[in-house]
């Protein structure tokens, strides 16, 4: 157990629809991150919140939002969705801001469009 | 923009020998280089890093070498064990304000028994 949980492990949905995917930080961690791994794809960056306030944003598109709630855990909502989306989100922590240090990933969560 | 490659999509290796994972970079600005390790149905694990002020970083078996003028770094894993056998993602930062990571393709290890 890494320490940062993610909800739910598995999710099957159609296209059109809406889902939330929910991360909670390593107990003292400010830091979240997102990232989407595709199929044969590396893990790319989506957006990273630091102590409720957004850090810095990858390749996130405009159907995806997120959120740092004041008990520090995130959640990622991807709205309309298409048969590209289906793909790992992965969520992790870290307890700075900044600096690339190694960050504690969470076991993701495997999204299905269908 | 693939701005970290890992050209090796996979490397098979035998039990007791040195394993070798390579990857290049492209942005001269990133300033920390990490390996990760990941097995099936678990989420990547930190495996080593690197400072672009060092040229070599060792822990116990693995060692991170970095050769900045050529963009490239590779990480050794001797002796290889089959609990090895995963996929390496390496990741590079830039020095700045965010804890951001850019990620190779990764490089699926098999070592056989």
């Known amino acids: 157990d890494s320490g940062v949980t993610q909800t739910p492990k598995h999710l099957i949905t159609a296209t059109g629809q809406r889902v939330t995917l929910r991360c909670s930080p390593r107990s003292g961690d400010l830091s979240v991150y997102w990232y989407q791994q595709s199929l044969d794809q590396g893990l790319q960056f989506l957006i990273q919140y630091y102590n409720g306030e957004e850090r810095a944003k990858g390749n996130i598109l405009e159907r995806f939002s997120a959120q740092q709630f004041p008990d520090l855990h995130s959640e990622l909502n991807l709205s309309s969705l298409e048969l590209g989306d289906s793909a790992l989100y992965f969520c992790?922590?870290?307890?700075?801001?900044?600096?690339?240090?190694?960050?504690?990933f969470g076991s993701g969560t495997r999204l299905t469009v269908v | 923009d693939q701005q970290v490659k890992q050209n090796s999509p996979s490397l098979s290796v035998q039990e007791g020998r040195i394993s070798i994972l390579n990857c290049d970079y492209t942005?001269?600005?990133?300033?920390?280089f990490l390996w990760y390790k990941k097995y099936p149905a678990e989420g990547p694990t930190f495996l080593i890093s690197i400072s672009s002020i060092k040229d070599k970083n060792e822990d116990g078996r693995f060692t991170v070498f970095l050769n900045k003028s050529a963009k490239h770094l590779s990480l050794h894993i001797v002796p290889s064990q089959p609990g090895d056998s995963a996929v390496y993602f390496c990741a590079a930062s830039a020095a700045g304000n965010t804890g951001k990571l850019i990620f190779g393709q990764g490089t699926t290890l098999q070592v056989k028994p």
């Open positions: 992790a922590s870290s307890a700075a801001g900044t600096g690339g240090w190694g960050y504690t």
């Open positions: 942005n001269s600005m990133f300033d920390y």
